[in-house]
Antibody
Framework: QNQLVQSGAEVKQTGASVKVSCRAS????????FSWVRQAPGQGLEWLGW????????TYSPKFQGRVTMTTETSTSTVYMDLRNLRSDDTAVYFC??????????WGQGTLVTVSS | EIVLTQSPPTLSLSPGERATLSCRAS??????LAWYQQKPGQAPRLLIY???NRATSIPARFSGSGSGTDFTLTISSLEPEDFAIYYC?????????FGRGTRLEIK
């Protein structure tokens, strides 16, 4: 069954970093790319960037370039999203999603990241 | 960056009625236009990709249409479980963006 399982909720202080993981259950992990999307409380969806599982090539949204790093670990079928220099407006639920090239067909359950001062 | 504008922000309808949701792009997005449904506390769910293709297990009452900059999601006859927030999404170049959503609520 195709499934993405994310790591648990995090509470961080302003200026800290957070690393969220997303493990794929499908054996064809290396065939796909994965995007990260976030949703602030009561707000819409915002795309952060994507990574190809096989090569680790990345593309980041200009808004997050320099502050986000996405990596992949093929041995465990896991992708990671590292966001640095956290601010209060980074408080959001962060989703990973399987990227089919121009749409997202499978989503993780979401990880709440709370940033407080 | 391509901006997607969804309208209306809120749509109030009754079960059995037809729903028409609009998504307008600031410039042409070719055929890379998708629609998602999101319910409270859940991840988004893919409904439509490449303008008009229904995703796996999506009922036939959901349909997508449009081209260039103007796109529509139609729900032919609303079921109680269809009341949710709907987002459109596009890819242009290597970048993605989402619309701000239409909330479909029970009248």
């Amino acid at each position: 069954q195709n499934q993405l399982v994310q790591s648990g909720a995090e509470v961080k202080q302003t200026g800290a970093s957070v690393k969220v993981s997303c493990r794929a259950s499908n054996n064809s992990f290396r065939s796909f790319g994965f995007s990260w999307v976030r949703q602030a409380p009561g707000q819409g969806l915002e795309w952060l960037g994507w990574i190809t599982a096989f090569s680790g090539d990345t593309t980041y949204s200009p808004k997050f370039q320099g502050r986000v790093t996405m990596t992949t670990e093929t041995s465990t079928s896991t992708v990671y999203m590292d966001l640095r220099n956290l601010r209060s407006d980074d408080t959001a639920v962060y989703f990973c999603a399987r990227d089919r090239g121009h749409y997202f067909d499978i989503w993780g359950q979401g990880t709440l990241v709370t940033v407080s001062s | 960056e391509i901006v997607l504008t969804q309208s209306p922000p809120t749509l109030s309808l009754s079960p059995g009625e037809r729903a028409t949701l609009s998504c307008r792009a600031s410039q042409s997005v070719s055929t890379y236009l998708a629609w998602y449904q999101q319910k409270p506390g859940q991840a988004p769910r893919l409904l439509i990709y490449d303008v008009s293709n229904r995703a796996t297990s999506i009922p036939a009452r959901f349909s997508g249409s449009g081209s260039g900059t103007d796109f529509t999601l139609t729900i032919s006859s609303l079921e109680p479980e269809d009341f949710a927030i709907y987002y459109c999404q596009q890819r242009s170049g290597w970048l993605y963006s989402f619309g701000r959503g239409t909330r479909l609520e029970i009248k």
